[in-house]
């Protein structure tokens, strides 16, 4: 059974850093890409930064330049360092894996609460 496990949210200043990490466990065979997407209150669920299986980053026009997401195949890990953090940026952050070949299909983390706050 995949699992995957966040952590890393909390709550932050605006300007200040937050890093998220998100741990997978269980079999995934095939090619997968991994993410981060973040849901705020009252909106829907939007992509934040995905990284492809050949290490290709993909990140969304609100948070370039501010927002890192890196990869760890060894520990088959996804992390997003956020920087310049700010008020927009709270929400929902959940970990995404999705498999690409053969087939499509999501696996997603419980999440993790970021609150960019003064």
């Known amino acids: 059974q995949v699992q995957l496990v966040e952590s890393g949210g909390g709550l932050v200043q605006p300007g200040g850093s937050l890093r998220l990490s998100c741990a997978v466990s269980?079999?995934?065979?095939?090619?997968?890409?991994m993410g981060w997407y973040r849901q705020a209150p009252g909106k829907q669920r939007e992509l934040v930064a995905t990284?492809?299986?050949?290490?290709?980053?993909n990140y969304a026009d609100s948070v370039k330049g501010r927002f890192t997401i890196s990869k760890d195949n060894a520990k088959r890990s996804v992390s997003l360092q956020m920087n310049s953090l700010k008020f927009e940026d709270t929400g929902v952050y959940y970990c995404?894996?999705?498999?690409?070949?053969?087939?499509?299909?999501?696996?997603w983390g419980q999440g993790t609460q970021v609150t960019v706050s003064s």
């Open positions: 995404n894996v999705r498999l690409v070949v053969p087939g499509r299909y999501d696996y």
């Open positions: 269980g079999s995934i065979f095939g090619i997968y890409d």
């Open positions: 990284v492809t299986s050949g290490g290709m980053t």
